[in-house]
């Protein structure tokens, strides 16, 4: 029989792929707290920057960055006809110490191009610089923003991947806390939504997973969040109040410590009567969805059709 690494195709692929992983590997590679410097957080920073070139945008968007009362944003809007009834707006990922809007704009353009909708995109401050609630506070700001150009809250889609899916969730508690509406719909790809790492996959998958590691979510935990209660909603919203939320999508991989922040997060919706699905792609790793390859393509029509069945569009 043969096997995966003798197929010619496989080798291939593999091969394309070893830049963008490499730079993604140097994004995850914090140690301990201490590579938090400055330095540290500067070269991750970059290194975040260097995978969203790699991974090249999808053909026929538009890019428009703006200035949202002093915060980066940008549109990525389909260059074809589209729905302007409905919007995404983004959350991208970095643990709350890196990410960017060059980083998100491979998924950003992902989305907008199996949606059809205008996606919305923002750099919220940085920890350990700007540490928690300050990128809560910029998610807000950017909801509210769409608020004001007359969105309803149910024609907005927000998503985001790993900590961005931390942030998309910790909005909605937010917003509900507040008595505001909800979205009509949560997409997250492989959400960071435990802050404590209690889960079994942060052992179990420790040796499959080719980005993240545990010195890694205790580093950037630490940078945002030192000194709070990471079993509160605001930082771990697994542990929050589901009840009343929209429909969730959940996208994990096989090869990642987070995959049981995704299966007890779908765990807890469902039990909360929440709208769930969650998919779990084999052999796929933290937030695959960007990179340019089959799955990840297969696993963004998904998305698309999701949300197609829930907005009723």
Not at 38 to 60: A, F, I, N, S, W
Not at 169 to 194: C, E, N, Y
Not at 200 to 214: K, N, V
Not at 284 to 295: D, G, S, T
Request: glycine share 10%; aromatic share 8%.
């Amino acid at each position: 029989m043969k096997r995966p690494q003798d197929d010619p195709s496989a080798k291939a692929e593999a091969k394309r792929l070893a830049p963008m992983m490499k730079a993604l590997k140097a994004i995850h590679s914090a140690a301990s707290p201490e590579s938090m410097s400055p330095d540290d957080l500067e070269r991750q920073r970059k290194g975040q920057e260097l995978l969203g070139r790699l991974v090249t945008p999808m053909v026929g968007m538009s890019w428009e960055p703006f200035d949202l009362s002093g915060m980066a944003a940008a549109w990525v809007r389909p260059d074809r006809g589209h729905d302007r009834r409905h919007a995404v707006l983004y959350c991208h990922g970095g643990g709350y110490t890196s990410g960017n809007l060059g980083y998100s704009r491979p998924i950003a353009s992902k989305l907008a191009g199996v949606t059809g909708f205008e996606v919305l995109s923002f750099e919220y401050r940085l920890a350990p610089e700007h540490p928690y609630p300050a990128a809560v506070e910029d998610a807000l700001k950017a909801w509210d923003y769409l608020m004001y150009l007359g969105y309803g809250a149910r024609d907005i889609v927000v998503a985001g991947d790993s900590a961005g899916g931390n942030l998309a969730l910790v909005l909605a508690h937010r917003l509900k806390a507040t008595g505001r509406r909800l979205p009509g719909a949560l997409i997250l790809m492989s959400p960071w939504t435990d802050m404590t790492a209690s889960g079994r996959s942060y052992q179990e998958r420790a040796e499959l997973d080719p980005s993240l590691t545990q010195d890694y979510i205790q580093a950037v935990r630490a940078a945002y969040a030192g000194g709070e209660d990471w079993t509160a909603p605001g930082l771990s919203p697994l542990f929050g109040d589901l009840r009343g939320f929209p429909p969730v999508l959940i996208q994990a991989g096989t090869n990642e410590i987070l995959l049981s922040d995704s299966v007890r997060l779908r765990d807890r919706l469902v039990a909360a009567g929440v709208p769930c699905r969650l998919e779990v792609w084999r052999g796929m790793w933290h937030v695959f969805q960007m990179f340019p390859i089959k799955r990840a393509s297969e696993a963004m029509d998904s998305i698309g059709r999701f949300l197609l069945e829930q907005l009723c569009i």
